[in-house]
């Protein structure tokens, strides 16, 4: 079983930044796919970006330029700096880890930004 907690949401002006932090109970992050998708209200779960095998990178079009994923393996932990956010960036934010046949989300943390 592996347990991710999301931390680093809040409220945030436009043009702010924000570092979402996403901490594993387990190291897990060097293996398998791991990444932040969001949620904005009414709306289907997006994805934001990923990391897969802790090497090669992906970004949605929307964050391309903005938002950067991470890892630290020592620190079992996962982050997403955001920068140059928008109030279209509003939405919950969640962390998966995915690998084989494990799928695990975090609880999802949320991010407002404000105009």
């Known amino acids: 079983q592996v347990q991710l907690v999301e931390s680093g949401g809040g409220l945030v002006q436009a043009g702010g930044s924000l570092r979402l932090s996403c901490a594993a109970s387990r190291s897990i992050f060097s293996v398998g796919t791991m990444g932040w998708y969001r949620q904005a209200p009414g709306k289907q779960r997006d994805l934001v970006a990923t990391?897969?095998?802790?090497?090669?990178?992906n970004y949605a079009d929307l964050v391309k330029g903005r938002f950067t994923i991470s890892r630290d393996n020592a620190e079992n932990t996962m982050y997403l700096q955001m920068d140059s956010l928008q109030p279209e960036d509003t939405a919950v934010y969640f962390c998966?880890?995915?690998?084989?046949?494990?799928?695990?989300w975090g609880q999802g943390t949320q991010v407002t930004v404000s105009s």
């Open positions: 998966n880890w995915r690998y084989k046949n494990w799928d695990y």
């Open positions: 990391i897969i095998n802790g090497v090669t990178t």
